[in-house]
């Protein structure tokens, strides 16, 4: 599918609606917050509490290996300036909710890793490292431009990741409540979380620049909330997701390939190439640091290591942000942003579905991690 966008898009065959495009980060959203939705309303709150630390590391850790990797290797491949390294590592050190999610999902529902929550610690660690990472990016693009670093720019982090969860766990209770006391069909109740997912994206939006919100978190801590308190209805809603996923999956990998200039992307060849797989292993490194003191086995480690690299909806939305900035490192930020989605969008996806059954344990019965 994201081959498929490559080749439909405005940079080579063009045959996408102009109108499409101009709608296409809207539809993307979309298509993100239904497939974030659907993970909150299978993450149970049991599964997040004895996966808590290994999955609070990986809400930041990775990617912090992967950005101090590319600040040491960059200067030397690339020849940029440390601040342009630290930026290009700001934008490929986010993970794709959009890749990691639907397989983390498919893998709960065959009971694929359950034992130890393996997929759950990896879709609750993947939903905030966006978060984190798209802070940091605005931090030092300010930086690149010229404007100070202020200490509530970092301020922002925390506050966007509690006012994110607070805000869905309260939304989530309340549809909840609303679910319990007025029968109504499970299309309409689809039909008014999809709504509250909506009004957080738009407040996400309002607040935009003044105060921290992660809109992300709100609807997946919406739908945790639901799961908690209501978890047939859950379970049936969660059903129904399943079934605008089918819709809304290709429509974000196409238009996420239709975001992709194939020719900038050959602008800087090998060395952006053989940076890109080397900032990875210290991105693996920073997984499995975060998995030290766990009982997970050295194949679940590899597994989880493997599956925490892929890369697309992030670098899409922020990659050109540089160059419409008029940065210096401008191109080369997009073209590396690029390239990690061709390369680490498609083998990521591979690699999880080539080795959940070598690496995982097909059960759902006890085991600590």
């Known amino acids: 599918m994201l081959l498929a966008g490559i080749l439909l898009g405005p940079h080579v065959l063009g045959l996408l609606d102009e109108r499409i495009l101009l709608l296409s980060s809207d539809l993307r959203r979309i298509a993100l917050l239904i497939i974030l939705t659907r993970a909150g309303l299978n993450l149970r709150l049991e599964d997040l509490r004895r996966v808590g630390r290994p999955a609070l590391l990986m809400c930041f850790?990775?990617?912090?290996?992967?950005?101090?990797?590319m600040v040491l290797l960059a200067p030397k491949l690339l020849g940029v300036r440390p601040l342009e390294a630290a930026l290009l590592g700001s934008v490929v050190a986010a993970v794709s909710p959009a890749v990691i999610v639907p397989k983390m999902l498919r893998l709960i529902e065959d009971g694929w890793g359950g034992a130890r929550r393996i997929?759950?610690?990896?879709?609750?660690?993947a939903s905030v490292d966006d978060v984190f990472v798209i802070i940091l990016f605005t931090s030092l693009t300010g930086l690149a431009a010229g404007e100070s670093l202020a200490f509530s720019d970092l301020a922002r982090i925390p506050v966007s990741i509690l006012l994110g969860i607070a805000a869905g766990l309260l939304c989530g209770s309340l549809l909840a409540v609303l679910y319990h006391r007025v029968p109504i069909r499970d299309t309409a109740k689809v039909v008014l979380l999809l709504s509250l997912s909506f009004l957080l994206a738009?407040?996400?939006?309002?607040?935009?620049g003044r105060v921290g919100f992660s809109n992300l978190l709100a609807v997946m801590a919406a739908g945790v909330a639901l799961q908690m308190r209501q978890g047939e209805t859950a379970a049936r809603l969660s059903a129904r997701y399943a079934k605008l996923?089918?819709?809304?999956?290709?429509?974000?990998?196409?238009l996420v390939g239709a975001t992709v200039n194939i020719r900038c992307a050959l602008d800087f060849g090998p060395a952006a190439v053989l940076l890109l797989f080397l900032v990875l292993l210290f991105r693996m490194l920073g997984v499995w640091v975060c998995l030290l003191g766990t009982a997970l086995d050295r194949r679940e480690r590899l597994f989880c290591m493997v599956?925490?690299?892929?890369?697309?909806?992030?670098?899409?939305?922020?990659?050109?942000?540089?160059?419409?900035m008029g940065l210096a490192c401008g191109n080369l930020v997009l073209?590396?942003?690029?390239?990690?989605?061709?390369?680490?969008?498609?083998?990521?996806?591979?690699?999880?579905?080539?080795?959940?059954q070598r690496l995982l344990q097909q059960q759902t019965g006890g085991g600590d991690t």
């Open 245 to 254: 996923w089918v819709a809304a999956e290709p429509l974000l990998f196409v």
């Open 307 to 324: 599956a925490y690299c892929s890369k697309a909806t992030v670098q899409a939305a922020i990659g050109p942000i540089p160059l419409s």
């Open 202 to 208: 738009a407040l996400e939006d309002r607040l935009s």
């Open 119 to 125: 997929p759950q610690m990896i879709m609750a660690g």
């Open 335 to 356: 073209t590396v942003a690029v390239l990690s989605i061709l390369i680490t969008a498609p083998l990521g996806a591979f690699a999880i579905d080539l080795l959940y």
């Open 61 to 69: 850790l990775p990617a912090c290996f992967e950005l101090v990797g």
